[in-house]
């Protein structure tokens, strides 16, 4: 088969692409590897900044978002037992969106499957053909092999996809941080701690107090990433969670059964350039950030994005956003990076940190409680940068 735009990865970036694509007239293939059920199983990002918010009501895909999601207006730090708000609306003039990544996957979904779209799921052996020339994809489904002839190819399929080992060893240039713990995150069907987040740094290690509903709560703590996680038993991660919270948030937590437990992986990585010949990245697959500025999934939507309006515009006769995507989306990559291991940083206890590093990050979270000044840089980058 030939179409205009092979897109390999059917999570939120790919989907994205492939709606907002279609809406221009222009004909894509997703290639996923997964079944539909496993894309939505992925228990992921929670808050949308403002950006992702308007670009997902600008391409028909925010309705549901606007009826079951939650605007927040701010968000608690909390240092040595006590909190603070920082309310980046009133200091910023926006919001974020509290709305799982799961329910903006499958509203992706349910956007493809109205207009037909071609999504392919356990697709398997994708491989990526002669992106220097002729560009093709194949791969192998229900024992049958296929060919897609495209125009260009967009790698949408994360970390660990093929897309980004496609580029040359000697073209590609990558930076890494690997942070030397995980996030153990918990789902329970419990109250929220709070009406807002709760990011708090405790001598134990970092805690966050999130939520997906009124009756849906999120909560991670900083642990070894290689902790099995049979030793985190829902009692003992309860207790946890308790001893890093503030006491007065910690005495009226409601808690319950795990419905979904598992630790993930922190690191920063960024993968330059994001396009080589007809192939570009996309989200994941160029760029990782640890989760504790909620930028992940936000970065896929901007990335989808730049890369639609550049597609479009090369179909109208215009080059200059394929040439110019690769420099575009990377400069809003690493402003988002620089936020998110900065959030990190401060928010997390390093085993190098010893007392003074400690009493330097108990300074900082002082001197943002008590700076507007601290407080806006801090809520412009949590609420999202201009696109
Ligand atoms: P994704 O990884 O979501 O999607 C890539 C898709 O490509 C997958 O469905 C995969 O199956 C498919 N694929 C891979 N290789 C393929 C191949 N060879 N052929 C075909 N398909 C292939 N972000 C936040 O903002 N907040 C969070 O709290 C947060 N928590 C996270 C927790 C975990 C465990 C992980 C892994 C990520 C988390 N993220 C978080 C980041 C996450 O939300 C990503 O930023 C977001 O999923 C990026 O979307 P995509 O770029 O579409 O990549
Ligand atoms: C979440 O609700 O999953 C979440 C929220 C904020 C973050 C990270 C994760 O910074």
Same mark, same amino acid.
């Given at each position: 088969?030939?179409?205009?735009?092979?897109?390999?990865?059917?999570?939120?970036?790919?989907?994205?692409?492939?709606?907002?694509?279609?809406?221009? =007239?222009?004909?894509?293939?997703?290639?996923?590897?997964?079944?539909?059920?496993?894309?939505?199983?992925?228990?992921?990002?929670?808050?949308?900044?403002?950006?992702? !918010?308007?670009?997902?009501?600008?391409?028909?895909?925010?309705?549901?978002?606007?009826? *079951?999601?939650?605007?927040?207006?701010?968000?608690?730090?909390?240092?040595?037992?006590?909190?603070?708000?920082?309310?980046?609306?009133?200091?910023?003039? +926006?919001?974020?969106?509290?709305?799982?990544?799961?329910?903006?996957?499958?509203?992706?979904?349910?956007?493809?499957?109205?207009?037909?779209?071609?999504?392919?799921?356990?697709?398997?052996?994708?491989?990526?053909?002669?992106?220097?020339?002729?560009?093709?994809?194949?791969?192998?489904?229900?024992?049958?092999?296929?060919?897609?002839?495209?125009?260009?190819?967009?790698?949408?399929?994360?970390?660990?996809?093929?897309?980004?080992?496609?580029?040359? +060893?000697?073209?590609?240039?990558?930076? *890494?941080? !690997?942070?030397?713990?995980?996030?153990?995150?918990?789902?329970?069907?419990?109250?929220?701690?709070?009406?807002?987040?709760?990011?708090?740094?405790?001598?134990?290690?970092?805690?966050?107090?999130?939520?997906?509903?009124?009756?849906?709560?999120?909560?991670?703590?900083?642990?070894?990433?290689?902790?099995?996680?049979?030793?985190?038993?829902? *009692?003992?991660?309860?207790?946890?969670?308790?001893?890093?919270?503030?006491?007065?948030?910690?005495?009226?937590?409601?808690?319950?059964?795990?419905? @979904?437990?598992?630790?993930?992986?922190?690191?920063?990585?960024?993968?330059?350039?994001?396009?080589?010949?007809?192939?570009?990245?996309? =989200?994941?697959?160029?760029?990782?950030?640890?989760?504790?500025?909620? +930028?992940?999934?936000?970065?896929?939507?901007?990335?989808?994005?730049?890369?639609?309006?550049?597609?479009?515009?090369?179909?109208?006769?215009?080059?200059?956003?394929?040439?110019?995507?690769?420099?575009?989306?990377?400069?809003?990559?690493? +402003?988002?990076?620089?936020?998110?291991?900065?959030?990190?940083?401060?928010?997390?206890?390093?085993?190098?940190?010893?007392?003074?590093?400690?009493?330097?990050? @108990?300074?900082?979270?002082?001197?943002?409680?008590?700076?507007?000044?601290?407080?806006?840089?801090?809520?412009?980058?949590?609420?999202?940068?201009?696109?």
């Amino acid at each position: 088969m030939r179409v205009q735009v092979c897109i390999i990865g059917g999570g939120p970036s790919g989907l994205l692409l492939s709606h907002i694509l279609h809406r221009a =007239g222009i004909e894509t293939i997703v290639l996923e590897r997964q079944t539909r059920d496993y894309v939505l199983s992925r228990i992921r990002a929670g808050v949308l900044e403002q950006g992702t !918010v308007e670009t997902l009501r600008e391409h028909g895909l925010g309705d549901r978002m606007d009826r *079951e999601g939650f605007p927040h207006g701010g968000t608690y730090v909390a240092a040595r037992n006590r909190g603070f708000r920082v309310g980046f609306e009133a200091l910023t003039g +926006k919001r974020v969106m509290v709305y799982g990544q799961t329910e903006v996957t499958s509203d992706l979904y349910a956007a493809r499957d109205a207009a037909g779209g071609a999504v392919v799921h356990e697709a398997e052996h994708v491989a990526i053909h002669d992106a220097g020339g002729t560009p093709h994809v194949t791969y192998r489904k229900d024992g049958a092999e296929h060919r897609v002839d495209c125009d260009w190819i967009a790698g949408c399929d994360g970390f660990h996809g093929i897309s980004r080992k496609t580029i040359p +060893k000697d073209v590609l240039r990558t930076v *890494e941080r !690997v942070y030397p713990f995980g996030w153990l995150g918990v789902l329970s069907r419990t109250k929220p701690a709070d009406d807002e987040l709760i990011y708090a740094n405790h001598a134990r290690g970092f805690a966050l107090a999130s939520m997906r509903n009124e009756r849906l709560s999120r909560y991670y703590i900083q642990a070894p990433v290689d902790d099995p996680l049979d030793k985190w038993t829902d *009692e003992a991660f309860w207790d946890e969670l308790r001893r890093r919270l503030p006491s007065d948030v910690a005495e009226a937590l409601e808690t319950g059964p795990s419905i @979904e437990k598992s630790i993930a992986p922190l690191r920063s990585f960024v993968a330059e350039p994001m396009r080589w010949n007809r192939l570009f990245l996309v =989200g994941d697959a160029a760029h990782i950030v640890p989760p504790t500025g909620a +930028k992940g999934l936000n970065l896929a939507v901007s990335d989808a994005r730049y890369l639609s309006e550049a597609l479009i515009a090369h179909y109208g006769g215009d080059d200059a956003g394929i040439d110019g995507y690769s420099d575009r989306a990377l400069a809003r990559v690493w +402003k988002a990076t620089r936020f998110s291991w900065w959030f990190t940083t401060l928010m997390h206890r390093f085993p190098e940190d010893g007392t003074f590093g400690a009493r330097m990050k @108990e300074a900082e979270i002082d001197y943002l409680e008590g700076s507007e000044a601290a407080q806006t840089v801090m809520a412009e980058n949590y609420v999202g940068l201009p696109f």
